[in-house]
């Protein structure tokens, strides 16, 4: 290459706009973007990309835009796998394309990539078969990334739980880790989940409500079906009221013996400390 030749950010930055086009280097080759930064490309692309024995220069950018977003594609697939389970593969790569079309990646975290995934099959895809029991499933998948990429925390310990008053607890306020996600479906999405996993091949079930409890447990995360008298507990401590407060709240709601509660809660709050899912508890 000549040696007034653009710097090396400036044609960086061209092939960025070139290879990440949606349709292709060759309509990314005519953006204003990379238009404006390497001009002369328009002219005589072999100056700047030289062409091989078997291929021409745009064949040679082609080659980098395939694996850029199939290399995305690839990512949201690890995060998807019941999702594309559902889809099946065309489709799923279809809408994954679309997906980074709408939502290109602008983060160097590729954790990321997913987030806005669930909304777009809500409000964006087209022709997505069982499209609210797709959401959900997406939905699980894509809180599963975000419980493994949280903070890690400690949690409260045997000895700090032990040294609260009894009668203090009515007034305790709990806080969880960030590694934990309550989630309500209007499907059986977890058992269809763990279906798939274990190599099964179920049928897109019919509306039942269920709730799941994500959490991550030396390093690995973790699904827990919960009940609705669970969920409404630790839904209601999630967003900051009391134990007392929350039970109260549980009681109150329609098909939901107070009696069986007052039995149950000591069992679970046993499950959930021996899992370290409280960081700490305010009294």
């Not at 909304?119 to 087209?126: F, G, I, P, V």
Request: glycine residues 4%; aromatic residues 8%.
């Amino acid at each position: 290459m000549e040696s007034e030749s653009p710097q090396l950010d400036r044609i960086e930055r061209w092939m960025l706009a070139a290879v990440t086009h949606p349709n292709g280097a060759a309509e990314g080759l005519r953006t204003p973007e990379a238009l404006s930064l390497l001009p002369e490309a328009a002219r005589d692309l072999e100056n700047v990309v030289l062409p091989s024995k078997n291929m021409s220069s745009e064949e040679r950018l082609q080659v980098y835009a395939n694996m850029y977003y199939w290399r995305l594609i690839d990512i949201l697939f690890e995060e998807h796998k019941t999702t594309h389970h559902i889809l099946g593969a065309d489709l799923f790569c279809d809408l994954a394309r679309d997906y980074l079309h709408r939502h290109p990646s602008r983060s160097k975290n590729l954790a990321l990539l997913g987030s806005s995934f669930p909304a777009y099959l809500a409000e964006e895809a087209w022709d997505v078969p069982h499209r609210d029991f797709v959401v959900e499933v997406a939905r699980l998948e894509r809180a599963t990334e975000e419980v493994f990429d949280a903070l890690r925390s400690p949690s409260i310990d045997k000895e700090e739980l032990a040294a609260i008053p009894p009668e203090s607890w009515a007034d305790a306020k709990l806080e969880f880790i960030p590694a934990t996600r309550l989630l309500s479906f209007k499907y059986p999405v977890n058992a269809y989940v763990q279906a798939v996993k274990d190599g099964e091949e179920p049928e897109v079930p019919e509306p039942a409500p269920s709730w799941v409890l994500l959490y991550r447990h030396d390093w690995r995360v973790w699904r827990s079906d919960l009940t609705r008298p669970q969920a409404i507990l630790l839904e209601s401590l999630r967003r900051g009221d009391s134990l007392g407060e929350a039970l109260a709240h549980t009681a109150s709601q329609p098909g939901i013996d107070g009696d069986a509660l007052a039995a149950d809660v000591g069992g679970w709050f046993q499950k959930w400390t021996g899992l370290d899912l409280i960081r700490s508890i305010l009294v």
